[in-house]
């Protein structure tokens, strides 16, 4: 049989590299990679399904998925997790404490991002500010101008401005037009500003106590197969799912190699080990099983903000090809 020859598009990370350079495979695939970044390939997905196998959005492709025209199957390979409490910015000079944000002005580049549903849940869960206490400002973060990758209706009590035109959030947040700011990239402000800084002064403690209070790691981003080829190939979900594990524990296996660090950053080994003694072996795992209760926790909260338009569940999200794995 002969392979099938499918372009790929992922981020440029270690846990994706074997597969970018080869040394793993996806079963009965050749493969036509493209490292781009996330904007790029969450773009050219939802809005013109270009790639064959890719990176996605988890809260666009929620919102898809509720609607029943997502153009894309899921397999739970989640190639991008992080701790969002480093997303929100503030003025400091009026921003003391998370619940100073009720009634204030916060930025945003679209409302439906993955990073942003998570930020809003733990502010919503530990602190008690509610989407509806704060004025949402939308606009892009370095551009004046970003569009909604996919539109969606808010609920009532949540209030949405545009930015003013000409304006990107972090020149508003700089100019102190608004209070706040909330994004998967930190405020583009060139020499940046005395007054604005992290909402928690220390994100790493803020993260660790969401994790031994939850034991939750947040997913950002998954992966996708578009559904016609899932369709013809039944097999496809479950060997891309094969493949994205084999290059996950090839990029761990460099990790534990100590004898010269593969990451240009000083106390790796030291983190590494922390992560371990925090979150157990296995801290970034994949597949649905293990990452149930999160994705619970993320979809719970998706719908109660107003962007799925039903309460989808976690088996929904994924081809049922990757929903178990053999074992020796």
Same mark, same amino acid.
């Given at each position: 049989?002969?392979?099938?020859?499918?372009?790929?598009?992922?981020?440029?990370?270690?846990?994706?590299?074997?597969?970018?350079?080869?040394?793993?495979?996806?079963?009965?695939?050749?493969?036509?990679?493209?490292?781009?970044?996330?904007?790029?390939?969450?773009?050219?997905?939802?809005?013109?399904?270009?790639?064959?196998?890719?990176?996605?959005?988890?809260?666009?492709?929620?919102?898809?998925?509720?609607?029943?025209?997502?153009?894309?199957?899921?397999?739970?390979?989640?190639?991008?997790?992080?701790?969002?409490?480093?997303?929100?910015?503030?003025?400091?000079?009026?921003?003391?404490?998370?619940?100073?944000?009720?009634?204030?002005?916060?930025?945003?580049?679209?409302?439906?991002l993955?990073a942003?549903?998570?930020?809003?849940?733990?502010?919503?869960?530990?602190?008690?500010?509610?989407?509806?206490?704060?004025?949402?400002?939308?606009?892009?973060?370095?551009?004046?101008?970003?569009?909604?990758?996919?539109?969606?209706?808010?609920?009532?009590?949540?209030?949405?401005?545009?930015?003013?035109?000409?304006?990107?959030?972090?020149?508003l947040?700089?100019?102190?037009?608004?209070?706040?700011?909330?994004?998967?990239?930190?405020?583009?402000?060139?020499?940046?500003?005395?007054?604005?800084?992290?909402?928690?002064?220390?994100?790493?403690?803020?993260?660790?106590?969401?994790?031994?209070?939850?034991?939750?790691?947040?997913i950002?981003?998954?992966?996708g197969?578009? %559904? =016609? /080829?899932?369709?013809?190939?039944? !097999?496809?979900? @479950?060997?891309?799912?094969?493949?994205?594990?084999?290059? &996950?524990?090839?990029?761990?296996?460099?990790?534990?190699?100590?004898?010269?660090?593969?990451?240009?950053?000083?106390?790796?080994?030291?983190?590494?080990?922390?992560? %371990? =003694? /925090?979150?157990?072996?296995d801290? !970034?795992?994949? @597949?649905?099983?293990?990452?149930?209760?999160t994705?619970? &926790?993320?979809?719970s909260?998706?719908?109660?903000?107003?962007?799925?338009?039903?309460?989808?569940?976690?088996?929904?999200?994924?081809?049922?090809?990757?929903?178990?794995?053999?074992?020796?």
């Open positions: 049989m002969a392979k099938l020859k499918l372009s790929l598009a992922v981020g440029p990370y270690d846990r994706t590299r074997a597969l970018i350079d080869g040394s793993v495979q996806i079963d009965g695939v050749t493969p036509a990679c493209m490292t781009l970044s996330p904007e790029e390939i969450f773009f050219r997905a939802f809005r013109r399904a270009e790639f064959d196998i890719c990176e996605l959005s988890l809260s666009s492709f929620t919102v898809k998925t509720a609607q029943g025209n997502c153009p894309y199957v899921g397999v739970p390979a989640f190639v991008s997790r992080a701790f969002r409490h480093t997303s929100i910015y503030v003025r400091t000079d009026r921003i003391k404490k998370p619940a100073d944000l009720k009634g204030k002005r916060v930025g945003l580049p679209e409302y439906q993955t942003n549903v998570w930020a809003r849940a733990f502010l919503q869960d530990d602190f008690g500010v509610k989407p509806s206490d704060i004025t949402w400002v939308r606009g892009g973060i370095e551009d004046a101008g970003r569009p909604e990758k996919i539109a969606v209706k808010l609920p009532d009590d949540v209030k949405l401005e545009s930015a003013p035109q000409g304006k990107s959030i972090s020149r947040l700089a100019d102190g037009a608004i209070d706040g700011f909330m994004a998967p990239r930190p405020p583009a402000i060139p020499g940046g500003h005395p007054h604005v800084g992290w909402l928690f002064p220390d994100p790493v403690a803020a993260a660790k106590d969401y994790f031994k209070r939850t034991g939750i790691f947040p950002m981003h998954i992966v197969v578009k %559904r =016609e /080829l899932a369709e013809k190939h039944p !097999w496809l979900p @479950g060997a891309v799912m094969k493949a994205f594990e084999q290059s &996950k524990a090839a990029a761990l296996e460099l990790l534990n190699d100590t004898s010269a660090t593969k990451v240009t950053l000083p106390f790796v080994e030291e983190r590494l080990q922390e992560a %371990r =003694e /925090l979150m157990g072996a801290f !970034w795992s994949y @597949g649905l099983a293990a990452n149930h209760k994705l619970e &926790k993320f979809l909260h998706h719908h109660a903000q107003g962007l799925s338009s039903r309460l989808v569940k976690p088996e929904e999200l994924f081809h049922p090809g990757t929903h178990e794995a053999f074992k020796l």
